[in-house]
């Protein structure tokens, strides 16, 4: 018999396309065979987002498009994992389309859970009640999970996502993270460098260390507590490793210097921050239980500034939160223009059920105003983000090159051998030049010729 395929499709973060990859290995590893194409799958997976209702609604939809693919060929399996299949749990599973349901908690499982859908026909729920109960059995099935599969994803040659924290404490009143991911837990610091080493074996160059706060990376044990900058330290000593990055930071006092310091110090430690501020008001960011104010989290990017001369922040917004006035807006606007970030990610407040501030506040401000801002914010950061482009003109960069570029820029195609490729800067710009495919998952020299407020142009040296 041939081997079973599966089409795996990913919504949402970093942290999910982690997930997808390891599912994707482990599949792969019990025989099945990927497809790219739904129509030939014999089991499709989809890996969900809740962060955001939108993220959820694209999930139904595309599980509305399957329920006709299943009408003509009902034996095919179709799983939902995920954070949506932690928060719906038993719910999704009514539905006539979904075979499997398995949260984050349970992805060890999910090689166990195919086969038993497929071959037996059967309905497969797992998630857990008790999301935020720390269990021990639970970790270790996690544990064993990344380490025998946390390999290179060939969808990303060079670069891989190594887990450094599970979960979230912080409970960020508008935030469904800590109700579906579970508490935070470190990795211990070897299982981490023992991963790395293994991609450095196989050939990658860049790492990420992924955590939902993974500035606050604790590992205790004896005397000893590692930090996230202790990480950052033995991560840089793996050969073979050149660039290493982390996100997503959470503007806090603690360990902050240490880590500016290891990144000024140490060559291999990529010099970006994400660094979310979610807003520049101090009342709106008490209500989002942030443990910051507008004037700390400024002090914050002055002091990574002068640790790091050259470092580039991203930044998180969100806008429209409940009880956002225009004041409160303005604030953040002014916040925006003050910490001249390289790009910003700006969302519309999105009330999650169980959430406090879905429990406690009312959704007040109207669709198009937090269209407007949102549109406004962003033209703020373009013009921020277009004149920092505009500094790289004639210089030379050295980046990371990710693959084909998607979407075609400009008119650069200069034929087959040498397609429109991708890559980054150390500082996480993206930089849009041309060269032959197989510089995909290495190194690269830029002279930048042309810029434009989220993308450098190029050519090769
Ligand atoms: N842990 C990271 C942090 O603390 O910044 C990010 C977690 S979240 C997956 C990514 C971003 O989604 C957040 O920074 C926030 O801007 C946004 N987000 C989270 N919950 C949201 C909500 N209910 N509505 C709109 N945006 C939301
Ligand atoms: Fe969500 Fe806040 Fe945790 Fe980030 S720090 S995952 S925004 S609760």
Redesign the pocket.
């Known amino acids: 018999m041939s081997a079973r395929t599966v089409h795996i499709k990913s919504f949402g973060?970093q942290m999910n396309k982690l997930d997808t990859a390891l599912v994707r290995s482990a599949l792969l590893d019990a025989g099945f065979a990927l497809t790219e194409s739904v129509d030939d799958a014999d089991i499709v997976l989809i890996n969900t987002c809740s962060?955001?209702e939108h993220a959820e609604q694209r999930v139904l939809s595309h599980l509305g498009h399957l329920k006709h693919i299943k009408e003509s060929r009902p034996d095919m399996v179709v799983g939902v994992i995920g954070c949506m299949a932690q928060r719906l749990g038993g719910k999704l599973l009514e539905d006539k389309t979904v075979d499997i349901v398995c949260g984050p908690a349970q992805i060890p499982q999910i090689t166990e859970l195919a086969i038993k859908a497929l071959q037996q026909k059967q309905k497969c729920l797992a998630v857990t009640q008790k999301i935020r109960e720390k269990s021990e059995t639970q970790t270790q099935a996690l544990e064993g999970f990344e380490s025998a599969y946390g390999i290179e994803d060939k969808q990303m040659p060079g670069q891989a996502y190594v887990r450094a924290m599970r979960g979230?404490n912080?409970f960020?009143s508008?935030?469904?993270?800590p109700y579906v991911r579970g508490p935070e837990v470190s990795r211990p610091p070897e299982a981490v460098i023992e991963q790395i080493n293994k991609l450095a074996d196989a050939g990658v160059k860049q790492v990420t260390l992924l955590g939902?706060?993974v500035n606050a990376y604790k590992y205790k044990r004896g005397d000893k507590t590692y930090c996230l900058a202790d990480l950052l330290e033995m991560a840089g000593k793996v050969d073979g490793i050149e660039w290493i990055r982390f996100v997503?930071s959470?503007p806090t006092e603690e360990f902050f210097d240490g880590i500016l310091r290891a990144m000024a110090d140490l060559s291999r430690v990529c010099n970006y921050l994400h660094l979310?501020a979610?807003s520049g008001s101090d009342k709106i960011l008490r209500a989002m239980n942030r443990h910051y104010t507008a004037g700390q989290y400024l002090e914050l990017i002055d002091r990574a500034r002068s640790f790091v001369p050259g470092i580039s922040i991203a930044g998180?917004?969100?806008v429209g939160f409940p009880n956002e006035t225009e004041e409160d807006f303005r604030d953040t606007v002014e916040l925006v223009k003050k910490a001249k970030y390289k790009n910003c990610?700006i969302?519309?407040?999105?009330?999650?059920p169980d959430t406090i501030a879905d429990k406690k506040l009312e959704d007040n401000v109207p669709m198009e105003v937090k269209k407007r801002r949102n549109t406004e914010l962003l033209s703020v950061q373009e013009q921020i983000s277009d004149e920092l482009s505009r500094d790289f003109l004639g210089k030379e960069v050295k980046v990371l090159v990710e693959g084909l570029s998607k979407k075609p820029h400009f008119n650069l195609t200069e034929g087959e051998d040498k397609p429109q490729l991708v890559g980054r800067t150390t500082t996480d710009y993206i930089v849009v030049f041309n060269g032959p495919e197989s510089l995909a998952g290495r190194f690269a020299k830029v002279k930048i010729t042309k810029s434009s407020p989220l993308t450098l142009f190029g050519e090769r040296l």
């Open positions: 973060c962060v955001r979230c912080n960020c508008y935030c469904i993270v939902q706060r997503t959470y979310p979610q998180d917004f969100i990610f969302f519309k407040y999105s009330p999650r």
